[in-house]
């Protein structure tokens, strides 16, 4: 078996000898280029019958290959940068439902500008009446922070290791998306004590999606409730951040891991 | 079935007159369900070239399966359990534990209320999003034109938006722009140069955030944001390119002594 590529089946040649449609071209196009990476005629056809229990057989690992069985453990802890994400997304996960029975995302009470809202004082609850709600507060902050760290390493790690190459595209690109959606998860998170650092956190923010042209000022109703801060700035943002992010993060996260089941795991080379 | 001379009788149904949508439809018995090839003959269009093309794949993988010289074996590697599972659970714990005594010394910091009436000094987000605040300090190099008079074209918010869009482009076509069997920096030294430039370049933007702590002149420290990340880029290129020679030397050695060419 040479090292080369194997190339038997021409799908494109064949694809060209069709005379199709543009619009069949672009659907087998899709349908080749996905199905190269995810083999979902494997899935399908279980689905068609279950006749078809075709075993896909994994070709020789690199590891192999190249007999580097014995100097793979030291790689280990960058390989398990995804996985200690998904820890500490868990672990703030449950600091976070904790800290939800306690929180309230409202300005109200603030006599004059300035003054303590609710939500700053029932942060000051948790930190200071709350039994362990110090301690609660703190790991949830830290866990985010330890989460935020890992998947920036994580993407070096699959970056400088090349593993993004041809089959993994997609999860790459998914792995870009979890990495805006994370950080967004963080600002929202940081808005909500709203302190003077969150608010002025948030004031860029509008101003930024405010500058964005044409869906600028749509963007700023969207996530900020409106071009100048308040009550609804805090709800929108909290509903961001316990109830969206957390369902489309956990999706994602959930379909990246899938992917890289279904793939394997990049090996180091 | 039903005639005038018929007299209506429980027994029978008007079939004209009946309003419930006639008799059951008929389920196809186990044995008449369209196998396979029933279902790929009826299909058409879209879906009949689907089934093509799926046969095709499996063709493939049938063949590629026959040409094989893999054999089935038992896997000489790592076993999952305990050997494996001891392992992930060391380094969880161990991570847990290290958040767990970080939250513990480094409590978290809390300031004033929100007042919108006076602006803080400094604003800051978390650590993580410094690279992206930097990029909103890039107003000395918006680029302006001379016909407005010095205008500049796009807003500084704006200029700091399509930074964002440009570095966030570039991350998600790196697939599609690097392409090819190589796994190692080595292999690649011009890609891992690019790399280290962009990890570099997050790193000062960072500090460009932050400038207020760093007691620089701005223009120095405007030149160092740039200036840094391509000095790192081109020592990592030339490290590299040097490391190359040996590493592949060593890899074919390697894979020559497992396949010696015939």
């Given at each position: 078996m040479s090292l080369k590529k194997q190339d038997d089946m021409d799908h494109n040649a064949w694809l060209k000898s069709q005379d199709l449609t543009a619009i069949e071209t672009a659907f087998l196009t899709t349908l080749i280029w996905l199905d190269k990476r995810l083999r979902i005629v494997d899935y399908l056809e279980l689905l068609e019958t279950m006749y078809y229990r075709a075993n896909l057989q994994m070709p020789k690992s690199h590891t192999e290959q190249y007999d580097l069985d014995n100097k793979f453990w030291y790689w280990y802890p960058l390989y398990s940068l995804g996985s200690l994400?998904?820890?500490?997304?868990?672990?703030?996960?449950?600091?976070?439902?904790?800290?939800?029975?306690?929180?309230?995302p409202s300005t109200a009470g603030a006599a004059a500008q300035g003054d303590p809202t609710a939500a700053y004082d029932s942060m000051v609850m948790i930190m200071q009446d709350v039994q362990f709600g110090f301690m609660l507060r703190s790991i949830h902050r830290w866990a985010a922070q330890f989460m935020v760290a890992a998947v920036f390493l994580h993407m070096l790690r699959v970056y400088f290791t090349g593993a993004y190459k041809e089959p993994r595209e997609v999860n790459w690109i998914l792995g870009v998306v979890l990495i805006a959606l994370t950080l967004l998860f963080g600002f929202s998170g940081y808005v909500l004590p709203w302190k003077q650092l969150s608010f002025w956190a948030a004031q860029i923010g509008v101003e930024l999606a405010l500058a964005t042209p044409i869906v600028g000022e749509w963007a700023a109703q969207l996530l900020f409730g409106g071009f100048t801060l308040g009550q609804a700035t805090l709800v929108r943002m909290y509903i961001l951040h316990v109830f969206v992010l957390p369902f489309v993060v956990?999706?994602?996260?959930?379909?990246?891991?899938?992917?890289?089941?279904?793939?394997?795991?990049?090996?180091?080379? | 079935m039903t005639d005038d001379t018929t007299p209506m009788t429980d027994g029978g149904t008007d079939d004209e007159a009946r309003t419930d949508g006639g008799p059951p439809a008929t389920v196809p018995p186990d044995d008449e369900t369209p196998t396979w090839s029933d279902?790929?003959?009826?299909?058409?269009?879209?879906?009949?070239?689907?089934?093509q093309?799926?046969?095709?794949?499996?063709?493939?993988?049938?063949?590629?399966?026959?040409?094989?010289?893999?054999?089935?074996?038992?896997?000489?590697?790592?076993?999952?359990?305990?050997?494996?599972?001891?392992?992930?659970?060391a380094i969880t714990s161990f991570f847990l534990g290290m958040i767990l005594l970080v939250a513990s010394i480094l409590p978290s910091h809390f300031g004033d209320p929100a007042n919108a009436g006076s602006t803080p000094a400094i604003i800051l987000p978390d650590w993580y999003l410094y690279w992206s605040f930097g990029l909103l300090k890039l107003s000395p190099i918006n680029p302006d034109l001379a016909v407005l008079g010095g205008n500049i074209i796009v807003s500084n918010?704006?200029?700091?938006?399509?930074?964002?869009?440009a570095i966030f482009g570039v991350i998600t076509l790196v697939p599609f722009l690097n392409k090819g069997n190589a796994r190692r920096p080595v292999e690649?030294?011009?890609?891992?140069?690019?790399?280290?430039?962009?990890?570099?370049?997050?790193?000062t933007l960072a500090v460009l955030a932050i400038q207020n702590f760093f007691p620089v002149p701005l223009e120095l420290l405007f030149s160092l944001v740039f200036m840094l990340p391509v000095a790192?880029?081109?020592?990592?290129?030339?490290?590299?390119?040097?490391m190359r020679e040996g590493y592949m030397y060593d890899l074919n050695r390697r894979y020559y002594m497992l396949r010696p060419p015939k």
């Open positions: 994400s998904i820890i500490a997304y868990l672990l703030a996960a449950v600091s976070g439902a904790m800290l939800g029975f306690y929180y309230a956990t999706a994602l996260i959930a379909i990246h891991v899938g992917i890289v089941w279904v793939q394997g795991i990049a090996e180091p080379h | 279902r790929k003959e009826r299909s058409q269009g879209l879906a009949q070239l689907t089934y093309y799926f046969e095709r794949s499996r063709r493939e993988d049938e063949d590629l399966r026959a040409e094989s010289t893999y054999v089935e074996r038992d896997v000489l590697g790592f076993p999952t359990w305990p050997h494996e599972t001891i392992r992930n659970l918010e704006l200029y700091g938006l399509i930074a964002h869009g690649e030294p011009g890609w891992a140069a690019l790399g280290v430039t962009g990890v570099i370049l997050a790193i790192g880029g081109v020592i990592t290129y030339a490290v590299l390119k040097t």
